[in-house]
């Protein structure tokens, strides 16, 4: 534990010192959760969105893309269901005075069990070696069983005071699991409140005029509300989908991960449209779908696993996580979500306008049902840093740090260098830039020894180093360094170009 959050300090402060990530207005001591994303940041961000905008959008002849403003009728969120529950639940520690969400709380204690489970399945699985059965283990040890008892007894509470909005219930199981703050380590618990989590601003400019609006908490309702323009326009046939990035503003109640849990985030949401009936082979097509995107990246297969939800959201009739192995342990990266007709219902209901699609094939009228998949870009981006810094020992006996970010997410994917600062070398290596800078985004550095510099973009995440010698003059050659092997090999001027663009084409990440 005491490791995963060294790591989780060290990707912090390596966020700030390449220029990925910087607190909001620092100078002025910071705003809670709020970051800006500094030079290599916004190009991490950018490559993370164009990965999943090809993927979805691109690669889909039936998914097309849009653009809602963030700012929207105050109508749509009655509709959508958010005005009246998009709350959590919080609950105070009277001695800390620290803030917590209830239900988090309940699932920390949780989960402290099953890591006692999984823990003893580490012990048996030594001690039996390739004897052990973890299925049969699981079923019949006392212990696992007893907490897996436990375990689902908490399950079924927690979702039973959700479902019923049972807030009293909900601060009695919190203190019959004798759930402590991690602050004061007391129990001297508040009751549990509900709190909306939308921002709200004002339109208008004058006080008695102004018309109350919030800033979107989702990207998803932009896209129902122009589902028949863009349907009609694009004269789209079900199924299909449509496709958003954009900022959503949360205003969380607990909000200490880092770019995890943010106030202003970025989403990456597509909305799935089917006939009636046909949600689940939607569903579980989007599951596989966007599992393989990750695994595409290659950060390690076996840190993505499926959390089914036991609590569904008002509008859902089946919902999963993504979730990730992040430095603070398994947590929620996407959510796919069968979302039924609710949205488009409402909406029509609320509007007075029919949303409706004409299906010439069945020769009827329905509103669509749709699956939706939802992933926060920071969220995405804190992934991937965090899985791909890493401080290496060498055979040399020295070590280093190196962000290895999948190359086709890295930032800058090549840096030029001229040995030395004379004897002509600067001006081929400016000569080189100048012609890869319009497939890629390269940098010129000439200022210390060569072995620094690869230092330097080793840990700034640039998967390839060219550096140009006094043989090139005579050859017309330079040597091409790859980050993550430190292997050296000498090639032509004019093969870069074609070596670079074989390591970061899209179509060999995604699909090999
Ligand atoms: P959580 O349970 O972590 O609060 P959620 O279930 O409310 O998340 P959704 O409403 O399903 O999240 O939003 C879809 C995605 O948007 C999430 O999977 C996550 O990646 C991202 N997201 C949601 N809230 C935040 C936030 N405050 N900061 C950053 N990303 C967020």
């Known amino acids: 534990m005491a490791k995963q959050e060294d790591q989780f300090k060290k990707v912090i402060s390596h966020a700030k010192e390449y220029g990925y990530i910087f607190g909001s207005s620092e100078i002025y001591d910071g705003l809670s959760a709020v970051y800006d994303y500094g030079q290599n940041g916004v190009e991490l961000k950018k490559n993370i969105r164009e990965y999943w905008w090809k993927s979805m959008v691109q690669m889909h002849q039936n998914i097309v893309g849009l653009d809602a403003a963030i ?18 639940p919080l609950i105070d520690n009277k001695d800390s005075k620290k803030r917590y969400r209830a239900d988090v709380l309940v699932e920390d204690y949780r989960e402290k069990i099953n890591q006692k489970i999984e823990k003893d399945i580490t012990k048996a699985k030594k001690r039996f070696g390739d004897a052990f059965n973890e299925n049969e283990f699981r079923s019949t040890n006392p212990n696992v069983l007893r907490r897996q008892k436990e375990i689902d007894k908490i399950t079924l509470e927690l979702t039973r005071v959700q479902e019923e909005n049972d807030l009293a219930g909900f601060k009695q199981l919190i203190e019959d699991l004798g759930i402590v703050c991690p602050i004061s380590g007391s129990k001297n618990w508040t009751d549990v409140r509900q709190f909306n989590l939308m921002f709200g601003t ?36 079900i199924p299909f989908g449509i496709a958003q990035t954009g900022k959503a503003f949360r205003n969380e109640i607990v909000a200490r991960q880092f770019i995890f849990r943010m106030r202003e985030f970025e989403q990456m949401e597509m909305q799935f449209f089917v006939r009636p009936g046909e949600e ?9 779908t966007r599992l393989k995107w990750h695994k595409s990246l290659g950060l390690g297969e076996d840190n993505y696993r499926f959390h089914d ?12 996580d993504i979730e990730f192995n992040f430095p603070f342990g398994f947590k929620e990266l996407e959510g796919i979500h069968s979302r039924t007709d609710f949205d488009l219902k409402a909406h029509e209901e609320h509007s007075g306008k029919k949303l409706q699609f004409f299906d010439p094939e069945l020769n009827e009228n329905y509103v669509p049902y749709v699956v939706e998949t939802s992933i926060g870009l920071d969220r995405m981006f804190l992934a991937v840093l965090s899985k791909s810094l890493q401080d290496e020992e060498l055979e040399n006996g020295t070590s280093r740090v190196v962000l290895k970010l999948p190359a086709i997410l890295a930032p800058v994917k ?26 890629f985004n390269v940098m010129y550095d000439e200022k210390d020894a060569v072995g620094k510099r690869y230092r ?7 998967p ?34 074609g070596i670079i663009e074989q390591q970061v084409s899209f179509k060999n990440w995604m699909f090999s």
């Open 71 to 88: 700012l929207m009728h105050p109508a749509t969120w009655k509709a959508s269901g958010h005005v009246d529950a998009f709350s959590d």
């Open 202 to 237: 004002k339109l208008g400019a004058s006080a008695e005029t102004a018309t109350d609006l919030y800033l979107r908490p989702e990207t998803a309702q932009g896209i129902f509300v122009n589902f028949l323009n863009v349907q009609k326009t694009g004269r789209m046939k």
């Open 280 to 288: 689940m082979k939607w569903y579980d097509y989007w599951k596989e």
């Open 309 to 320: 939800h036991e609590k569904l959201a008002h509008y859902a009739n089946a919902a999963t």
């Open 414 to 439: 090549v840096a030029i260098f001229p040995l030395v600062k004379k004897d002509g070398l600067p001006e081929i290596a400016r000569n080189i830039v100048d012609d890869l800078k319009f497939d």
């Open 456 to 462: 330097r973009q080793d840990a700034a995440g640039t």
């Open 464 to 497: 390839f180093c060219i550096t140009v010698d006094h043989d090139t003059i005579e050859t017309q050659t330079v040597t091409i360094r790859y980050r993550d092997s430190m292997m050296q090999e000498r090639i032509s001027i004019k093969d870069i170009k």
